[in-house]
Every structure is written in C-alpha cells, then in structure tokens.
C-alpha cells in the first residue's frame, strides 16, 4: 500500500495484535477501515482478502487460518500451511503482507490466505 494513512494503520494494528492479541471488536474495526483504503486504490486482492479475514474473525473469535510455510508444497504447487504459529503471528503476517504489495512473493501469499479463508 502506497497511502501513508493505510500504512499508519497497518502498523497501529499490528502493534495492538501484539499488545492485546486479537481484540475482535477494535481488530475488526481497524480491518474494515484499512480495506476502504484498499477500495480506494482499487487492489481487488487485498479488498477481498481483508473481508473475508474480518468475516472469519466476526464468526470464530479468533483467526484459525494457519501461518504460510515457505518450504512444503505439494503436488500442485500449492504452498502447504503449517500449524506451529500463533492466530495472532499468522494474522500479524498477513496484515503485513498488506504493506508492500510490489514484492510478488508477498501477492502469491495473499493469494494461498484468500483460498484459505474461502475454503475454511
């Protein structure tokens, strides 16, 4: 994300994902303000990516999708997720993914959370 308001809060959530854990109601706020960021710059990934993590969040209370491994993939060419990491370190990563959005590998990682949480 290229607007400094968005990169603001990208760095304000993460700071509170680290002090308080994931505080669904203030969390989701923050989620729902930094994708009308998204909306503006028109980045369809990250627009769809982040409803679908405050949806996911609203409905479980937590962020049940696992961190990204960089190493496992399977037969397809699918990276496989690994369940060694936190809620909050998994949603600290892709929240952060959101923040540099010109490195490829940081979209692919976008696009393997977007199949997760469609398919959660």
């Known amino acids: 994300m290229e607007n400094k308001k968005a990169i603001k809060l990208i760095d304000k959530i993460l700071k509170n994902l ?65 369940n060694d990491a936190s809620p909050v370190e998994s949603l600290k990563y892709l929240i952060s993914l959101i923040r540099n959005l010109n490195n490829k590998a940081n979209i692919a990682d976008l696009k393997e959370y977007r199949d997760l949480l469609n398919n959660y």
């Open 18 to 82: 680290d002090k308080t854990g994931i505080n669904t109601d203030k969390l989701v706020d923050d989620i729902k303000e930094l994708r009308t960021y998204a909306l503006e710059a028109q980045i369809p990934l990250v627009v769809k990516v982040l409803r679908l993590t405050y949806e996911h969040i609203e409905g479980n209370e937590s962020f049940l999708i696992p961190m990204l491994d960089d190493e496992p993939i399977d037969e397809d060419g699918t990276v496989v997720a690994s």
